[in-house]
């Protein structure tokens, strides 16, 4: 039977979980109502009640009533409903989940939702879904659905996005209990192809394709991260759970915007999760020549004396500047040289990105080298292998042979002993 779990606040949004839970019945699944509420009563019976989430977060409800801080009440909370659908999942009773409300409500059904499987229907109804989302998204597969009005009752205009909330989450799940499709990682290299994650940007596209579909001749299924911020996230995040049999990391643009301030930074931990899991990388430089930024009205006045190009009406570009890419070199070398497993980084001599090709706006051998030195000297008596190209990045040649490497390395690796991952 197929099972939808509910995560919720029943003390103020009980009359939409009810009229929920009687709308998924209707659709033919079964259901497991959580209630993630604190203060007033519940407006509804749950499964799972509060007493219980809270218990699964090791505290004890009363005490976060008599705290009366609701921030750490919300916190606690979410922690306790994590652990409640991590185990509904694992017991078999959860093949989809669904959760309605405002920013508290959203912040404590997301927390549960980011804690299960890649590939489980997750959907989230909520009046937060019109703005950034990032925070309750993360780098899971979550799916959000804007209210248009508060989560406050069924009304004419609630009612049809309550009703699409339950009939598609309904669908999904009965999708996911007849395929199993969660990924695990477990599952890589058995009766499929084992993964390779692939980071690109359209600057760097013709290579990454090049390196892709050598890969995939070779026998793997290549799953391509944009590095939009959100992208290198999520393959930093995958690439921890262990999904990857290898990562070719040839565009670190996020690099660039993290250390000058653009707006598509991936954060700090960006390009150290292969190496601390062991994952053979084959790593390159692509678009470090140049940091993004919203439309061009937006950009800050001390960058427009640098050499500026439209990337698109919603992305201006900058060129990286000496002093930067040295910095950007020593970066990256401070991130793999601790890593565990097989590393390797491919430096592309004649350009970085379309526009730092021979005769491109960004072109620039000085600048680029001072980014080749620093990453060399970093990197000296280190285990990472440093290969030098004589091609631009975007050259075929050039993608195939890092794929070839990455394969040689996935192949040599497998055939060694386990390696324990490092904190």
């Not at 061009?296 to 001390?302: A, C, F, I, W």
């Amino acid at each position: 039977m197929t099972i939808v779990t509910l995560v919720g606040t029943l003390d103020t949004k009980g009359q939409e979980y009810s009229w929920l839970r009687e709308r998924l019945l209707r659709c033919g699944v079964e259901v497991v109502l959580v209630d993630t509420g604190v203060v007033g009563e519940p407006g509804v019976a749950a499964d799972i009640p509060r007493a219980a989430v809270a218990e699964a977060a090791g505290v004890e409800l009363r005490r976060l009533r008599d705290e009366g801080d609701r921030g750490a009440a919300v916190t606690t909370m979410a922690r306790g409903a994590a652990a409640i659908v991590r185990r509904l999942y694992a017991e078999q009773r959860l093949h989809g989940v669904l959760a309605v409300g405002g920013s508290g409500g959203t912040s404590i059904a997301t927390r549960a939702m980011r804690a299960l499987p890649l590939g489980v229907p997750k959907l989230m109804v909520s009046s937060m879904a019109s703005g950034d989302v990032s925070p309750y998204v993360g780098s899971t597969d979550i799916t959000m659905m804007y209210s248009i009005v508060d989560i406050a009752g069924i009304n004419t205009v609630s009612a049809p996005i309550l009703a699409n909330a339950a009939d598609a989450v309904a669908g999904m799940a009965k999708g996911f209990a007849a395929a199993s499709r969660a990924v695990r990682p477990e599952d890589l290299g058995v009766g499929g192809r084992p993964l390779v994650a692939a980071s690109m940007a359209g600057v760097t596209t013709p290579g990454v394709d090049a390196a892709r579909q050598r890969l995939t001749e070779l026998g793997y299924e290549v799953l391509v991260f944009h590095t939009s911020g959100a992208g290198g996230r999520t393959l930093e995040s995958l690439a921890d759970e262990g999904l990857f049999a290898g990562v070719l990391d040839l565009t670190l643009s996020e690099l660039a915007d993290d250390l000058v301030g653009g707006v598509l930074t991936a954060g700090p931990d960006r390009l150290r999760a292969a190496g601390r899991r062991g994952i053979p990388q084959v790593v390159s430089l692509g678009a470090l020549d140049m940091v993004k930024f919203g439309p061009l009205d937006t950009l800050p006045d001390r960058f427009r004396d640098r050499r500026v190009r439209v990337h698109n009406p919603s992305i201006t570009v900058v060129r990286t500047t000496e002093a930067e890419c040295a910095e950007l070199g020593r970066r990256i070398a401070a991130k793999l040289r601790p890593a565990v497993g097989p590393t390797a980084v491919c430096i592309p001599l004649r350009g970085l990105s379309t526009l730092g090709g021979p005769g491109g706006p960004y072109h620039d051998p000085g600048v680029d080298d001072a980014l080749f030195t620093a990453l060399r000297d970093g990197l000296r008596g280190s285990t990472t292998e440093v290969l030098d190209f004589d091609t631009h990045i975007n050259d075929p040649v050039f993608g195939r042979a890092a794929a070839e490497r990455l394969h040689r390395m996935i192949c040599a690796d497998r055939s060694a002993p386990r390696k324990e991952r490092v904190a």
